[in-house]
């Protein structure tokens, strides 16, 4: 049986100094192997929709999303329709003033 205590700040400290291990080596049934870790990780961050760069853009623009709800569409925010209706008006007002002015010929 091993002899268990308590690690302070002098053990770690001097195991660092004299680049030592702090532990001893604990023998492990079944090894965990970089190519099964970065299968577990990819497999977690699918199951993640909240995170992406599409999702931190989107953010902006819409409503957060609900997470008991996840398959529901997110409504625009409020600044993003007013902002978006004022964009829309100031360009429908300069292609409507600009196309629709009377064309002046000029003859050399």
Same mark, same amino acid.
């Given at each position: 049986?091993? =002899?268990?205590?308590?690690?302070?700040?002098? =053990?770690?400290? =001097?195991?660092?100094?004299?680049?030592? @291990?702090?532990? =001893?080596?604990?023998?492990?049934?079944? @090894?965990?192997?970089?190519?099964?870790?970065?299968?577990? $990780?990819?497999?977690?961050?699918?199951?993640?929709?909240?995170?992406?760069?599409?999702?931190?853009?989107?953010?902006?623009?819409?409503? @957060?999303?609900?997470? $008991?709800?996840?398959?529901?569409?997110?409504?625009?925010?409020?600044?993003?329709?007013? $902002?978006?209706?004022?964009?829309?008006?100031?360009?429908?007002?300069?292609?409507?003033?600009?196309?629709?002015?009377?064309?002046?010929?000029?003859?050399?």
């Amino acid at each position: 049986m091993a =002899d268990y205590r308590q690690v302070t700040t002098e =053990d770690v400290l =001097d195991a660092a100094r004299r680049r030592r @291990p702090l532990c =001893d080596e604990v023998a492990v049934d079944d @090894p965990v192997t970089a190519g099964k870790v970065l299968a577990a $990780f990819e497999t977690r961050m699918e199951q993640r929709h909240d995170l992406g760069v599409v999702n931190r853009a989107l953010n902006v623009f819409l409503e @957060p999303r609900n997470p $008991f709800e996840p398959e529901r569409t997110r409504k625009p925010k409020r600044e993003a329709v007013i $902002f978006g209706t004022l964009v829309a008006v100031v360009a429908a007002a300069f292609l409507f003033f600009n196309l629709a002015a009377p064309r002046v010929q000029v003859y050399p």
